[in-house]
């Protein structure tokens, strides 16, 4: 199996900045996706940003231009720098790992919330 830590959220006023680090350890592949999602009280878990082995990424329409995912394949680490952050982007992100043995594994979750 595949264990992920989560580490970074916390408490920012609108229009600063968040980075969200997520470390996986076990049984990880050289090939494989990670990315964050959120999920926001009363909403559906929402697809952030992802980023595969080979560095292609993908962003939610939301986040774009403000968000930035990165990887370091040698520690199998994504990181989620989150820029202009606004209220709207209150939520707990989960960093999420997907290889052919391993689909769909998450992180514990970190919460994040932008309020002043």
């Known amino acids: 199996q595949v264990q992920l830590v989560e580490s970074g959220g916390g408490l920012v006023q609108p229009g600063g900045s968040l980075r969200l680090s997520c470390a996986a350890s076990?049984?990880?592949?050289?090939?494989?996706?990670m990315g964050w999602y959120r999920q926001a009280p009363g909403k559906q878990r929402e697809s952030v940003a992802t980023?595969?082995?080979?560095?292609?990424?993908y962003y939610a329409d939301f986040v774009k231009g403000r968000f930035t995912i990165s990887r370091d394949n040698a520690k199998n680490t994504v990181t989620l720098q989150m820029n202009s952050l606004k209220p709207e982007d209150t939520a707990v992100y989960y960093c999420?790992?997907?290889?052919?043995?391993?689909?769909?594994?998450w992180g514990q979750g970190t919460q994040v919330t932008v309020s002043s």
């Open positions: 999420n790992y997907q290889s052919s043995r391993w689909p769909n594994t």
């Open positions: 980023i595969t082995s080979g560095g292609t990424t």
């Open positions: 076990g049984s990880v592949s050289s090939i494989y996706a």
